[in-house]
């Protein structure tokens, strides 16, 4: 009975010797594979969450600097948060504080620059969206309306999608379109149904172009461009 186990624990070990001979390689590079994607898929997100780390040291820095009116110390920790560390959320959110900062005191150029940077490299379409908000803020108040308008003609995310078209009636309106300005006006009042306040000062400008939103056919404005 001993002999025979043996005959079958030799068979056995045979048929394995066998088959690693044939798929040993195989196996051991598809181990090696796998074993390295994990190690390099740990060592980035450590890496991701060392650069939040440090970049959220930085963010503090400028949002000191804002506070305290410091645009010398504001601009000089934006530029090292998108340096160092331009690919994190922390990045992104500084160019929006230190865009609004730069307006603030008169730095328009530098504010549109921050702004740009967002609206074209950030990785979230919310961050994305806000940038363009603002940049065509800028741009409209600055003249430039066929830039505004650009920066408003991509599409939205959802939420953004009811601002996007009250700006774009601001815009519209500046160039004297006011049947377009209506147009997106009543879109904007449309989309804003859940921001009660915001969607008053919509249909207060749908007002003052003569058009009542919640009326069921308004009557069109008397001398409206077409």
Do not use: C
């Amino acid at each position: 009975m001993a002999k025979a186990l043996d005959l079958e624990e030799q068979e056995q070990l045979d048929q394995i010797k066998h088959f690693w001979k044939k798929y040993g390689n195989l196996i051991s590079w598809v181990l090696i594979a796998v074993m390295g994607s994990y190690a390099a898929w740990n060592g980035y997100h450590y890496w991701q969450r060392d650069q939040a780390s440090k970049a959220s040291i930085l963010f503090d820095e400028l949002e000191r600097a804002v506070a305290s009116g410091d645009l010398v110390r504001v601009e000089r920790s934006f530029a090292d948060m998108k340096d160092k560390f331009g690919a994190t959320h922390y990045a992104h959110q500084a160019a929006l504080l230190a865009a609004k900062s730069l307006q603030a005191q008169g730095k328009s150029e530098a504010a549109r620059a921050g702004l740009s940077w967002v609206a074209e490299s950030a990785p979230d379409p919310a961050y994305r969206d806000i940038a363009r908000l603002r940049l065509s803020a800028l741009m409209l108040d600055a003249g430039s309306n066929d830039e505004a308008l650009s920066q408003l003609s991509g599409p939205f995310t959802p939420a953004m999608q009811g601002l996007a078209a009250d700006l774009r009636g601001d815009v519209l309106k500046a160039q004297n379109k006011n049947t377009e300005a209506i147009a997106a006006y009543q879109l904007a009042w449309q989309m804003l149904s859940d921001s009660t306040d915001y969607r008053r000062l919509v249909e207060a400008k749908l007002n003052a172009l003569g058009i009542d939103p919640q009326a069921a056919s308004p009557a069109p404005v008397k001398g409206a461009s077409k």
